[in-house]
């Protein structure tokens, strides 16, 4: 998982900084939205968001030599309690210091 390095706000500390993982505190019906970028130029870097090792979405961002475009991606998935949710990319070309997570309870069961 991308490990945010700056969390602004962690109601009911859902959110591992250690894991980079969110943990639902009860089960329901969840929204994820995530945003990420390359680091190194010229990269094309897949961002994928995770759910108990299911892919549940993906994204495609592109470095290129004048600009950086980022990529986001979201969803709603049902979680149970203790169940996991991440952000991943592959291989280790993201921007960490512009990537945010974000994942909120919308419905509980």
């Known amino acids: 998982p991308i490990i945010v390095k700056n969390v602004l706000y962690n109601v009911g500390n859902a959110y591992s900084g250690t894991t ?3 943990t639902a505190p009860v ?3 969840y929204f994820f939205v995530a945003t ?3 680091l190194e130029p010229n990269t094309v ?3 994928y968001l995770y759910a108990e090792d299911k892919e549940l979405a993906r994204a495609v961002s ?3 030599p004048e600009f950086l475009n980022e990529a986001s991606v979201h969803g709603v ?3 149970t309690q203790g169940q996991t ?3 991943m990319s592959d291989g ?3 921007y960490t210091d512009y990537t945010t997570f974000s994942g909120f309870l919308v419905t509980a069961d």
């Open 20 to 22: 980079g993982k969110f």
């Open 27 to 29: 089960s329901g019906l």
């Open 36 to 38: 990420t970028g390359p």
């Open 45 to 47: 870097a897949r961002h």
């Open 62 to 64: 592109y470095n290129g």
């Open 77 to 79: 998935w049902h979680l």
């Open 85 to 87: 949710a991440w952000l």
């Open 92 to 94: 280790d070309v993201y």
